[in-house]
Every structure is written in structure tokens, then in C-alpha cells.
């Protein structure tokens, strides 16, 4: 991905941190580094990779959606047809 391109939905990136610190919370990091990391000091890059890597992954989206590819719109559309039927 080319974070020069690309850039992050801010409501992905709040998103993605509120579950991160959630799972962090709930103890799902324990042992690991992220287990003590202040995610809301990520960069872009960073909550880019927890997004498409972990949040995703966790996460029952269509098998045409590659969060690697996501831009604002293309990310409103998913997710309007994930919660509504919208396409």
C-alpha cells in the first residue's frame, strides 16, 4: 500500500483504535507488545496495518473486500452494505 495515495477514513482510524484498545484491555495482547501500546501514538501507517491485518481479519467482511485497497468511499460502501443491504 502506498500511504502517499491512500489516505485513512479518520472514522477507520478512531474505529480500529477503540477495538484495539478494547482487546488490549480485555487482555488479548497480553504477552505481545501491544500489550503496552499507546495507540493513539500510532501513525497512520501503523493503525493501516492493525486495520487491515488484525481489525479486518476479525471482522466478517464480503469475500471481494481487500482492506488493502481501502479509500474513503470504497470504505462507506462496504460498510453501508455490511450494516444496511446498501450497495
Not at 467482511?61 to 452494505?81: A, C, M, Q, S
Amino acid at each position: 500500500m502506498n500511504s502517499n495515495t491512500t489516505k485513512l477514513d479518520p472514522q477507520v482510524k478512531e474505529t480500529t483504535i477503540e477495538w484495539l484498545q478494547n482487546m488490549q484491555s480485555n487482555g488479548f495482547f497480553d504477552g505481545i507488545e501491544e500489550a503496552f501500546t499507546d495507540f493513539n501514538k500510532c501513525t497512520e501507517d501503523e493503525i493501516v496495518y492493525y486495520f487491515t491485518e488484525w481489525y479486518a481479519e476479525d471482522h466478517d467482511f464480503d469475500d471481494d473486500f481487500d482492506p488493502k485497497d481501502i479509500i474513503v468511499t470504497e470504505y462507506n460502501r462496504l460498510i453501508n452494505k455490511e450494516i444496511l443491504g446498501v450497495n
